[in-house]
């Protein structure tokens, strides 16, 4: 069994930063493909930015490219999620999530991954 805790989230205001951190646990991460994710109110959820098992390959959505970068440190069993340049629309609940079956290029749909853990807020203020 995978367990996936988030930490970092919380208020800050536009144009600052905050790197949220994923700590996984039960299973090691190397091998598998990860993502972020967020969530907010009234909304589905939706594809942050992904990474590889070997964290050679990254995606992220277009409405964060450049602002956000994930990592990985296998070592630890760590993802990692950037934020810089904040904005009032990237807040939301951010989760982290594994996908137990693949350690190749990452997706961008919910459904492919199995785990997930239990979100961290994150608000940005005007």
């Known amino acids: 069994q995978v367990q996936l805790v988030e930490s970092g989230g919380g208020l800050v205001q536009a144009g600052g930063s905050l790197r949220l951190s994923c700590a996984a646990s039960?299973?090691?991460?190397?091998?598998?493909?990860m993502g972020w994710f967020r969530q907010a109110p009234g909304k589905e959820r939706e594809f942050v930015a992904g990474i590889s098992g070997s964290g050679r390959n990254t995606d992220s959505a277009d409405s964060v490219k450049g602002r956000f970068t994930i990592s990985r440190d296998n070592a630890k069993n760590m993802v990692y999620l950037q934020m810089n340049s904040l904005k009032p629309e990237d807040t939301a609940v951010y989760y982290c999530?594994?996908?137990?079956?693949?350690?190749?290029?990452?997706?961008?749909?919910?459904?492919?991954?199995?785990?997930w853990g239990q979100g961290t807020q994150v608000t940005v203020s005007s």
């Open positions: 999530a594994l996908d137990g079956d693949s350690s190749g290029y990452p997706s961008r749909r919910t459904a492919a991954y199995d785990y």
């Open positions: 039960g299973r090691t991460v190397t091998s598998y493909r």
